[in-house]
């Protein structure tokens, strides 16, 4: 029994945008900000982001990366519950005055568990993300902007 | 996705680590920035911003942010729900420490 899941966050990170995207890109960062997994920035590439089951998370999630389009767009293909179609996530970034606003749209049919857990998980995984960017990310060009 | 689920948001939970309990305590009387707790603690910074995670999400931690800094500080509001929950064994040790009284006074009076 699925449902329609239409998550759509919107962040703004106070650095420049090629900051934002290695955040988002770079196996090492993602590892720290969301979850380990063998992530890897190619086009097709199939990984599986690992960590402990909880009531509502199988324990993993097999994605695939469907689109990269440094530094603005990549979209994933996402599975993280037993379902006939995956969802897709789709991270964009735009320059803003000051920084980067970044939009996370994740959509499909899904169980609702894991419509629960997505919607719990991103706003936690945005907010990991935002402390990644401003404590953890090397400085860039343009980082005094 | 990993959030944390009901049965791991609460505040005894929370609370039930020593790494999270030593953030509380490096947390307790000044705002700080995760590269400092990382620094303090000496594990890992996923296991850090992950820690900061459950303990943001029962309130026992809050984060300010100052232009590009994000500063968490503790908050101890959320133990008293700890405190209330170990009040109720308190009659315990009162009875005891009486039991205790009647003990020693028994004993004087055999002296």
Not at chain 1, 38 to 43: G, H, L, V, Y
Not at chain 1, 51 to 76: H, I, K, S
Not at chain 2, 42 to 50: D, E, M, P
Request: charged fraction near 25%.
């Amino acid at each position: 029994m699925t449902q329609v899941l239409s998550l759509n966050l919107e962040e703004f990170y106070p650095k420049p945008i090629e900051t934002v995207w290695q955040a988002l890109t770079d196996p090492a960062a993602i590892a720290e900000w969301l979850m380990p997994c063998d992530f890897r920035p190619i086009i097709g590439h199939r990984f599986t982001i690992r960590g402990n089951a909880t009531t509502n998370w199988r324990g993993w999630t097999t994605c695939v990366v469907l689109a990269l389009e440094p530094p603005r767009r990549m979209e994933w293909q996402w599975e993280s519950a037993d379902i006939d179609e995956p969802t897709r996530v789709c991270f964009e970034l735009r320059s803003v005055k000051g920084g980067t606003r970044l939009t996370l749209r994740h959509s499909g049919m899904t169980t609702r568990t894991d419509i629960e857990s997505l919607s719990q998980g991103w706003p936690i995984k945005l907010r990991q993300l935002d402390d990644w960017i401003t404590s953890r990310a090397p400085l860039a060009a343009g980082d005094d902007l | 996705m990993m959030p944390p689920s009901k049965a791991t948001s609460d505040v005894f939970h929370a609370i039930a680590d020593n790494n999270r309990r030593l953030l509380l305590g490096f947390l307790a009387h000044e705002a700080r920035p995760v590269g400092a707790c990382v620094e303090a603690l000496g594990i890992t910074y996923a296991a850090v911003s992950q820690h900061l995670s459950v303990l943001y999400a029962v309130g026992l931690v809050e984060r300010e942010a100052h232009g590009r800094q994000r500063l968490y500080r503790a908050r101890f509001e959320p133990l008293q729900e700890v405190h209330d929950w170990t009040g109720m064994y308190q009659t315990y040790w009162q009875d005891r420490l009486k039991g205790l009284g009647k003990y020693l006074n028994r004993s004087e009076d055999r002296e």
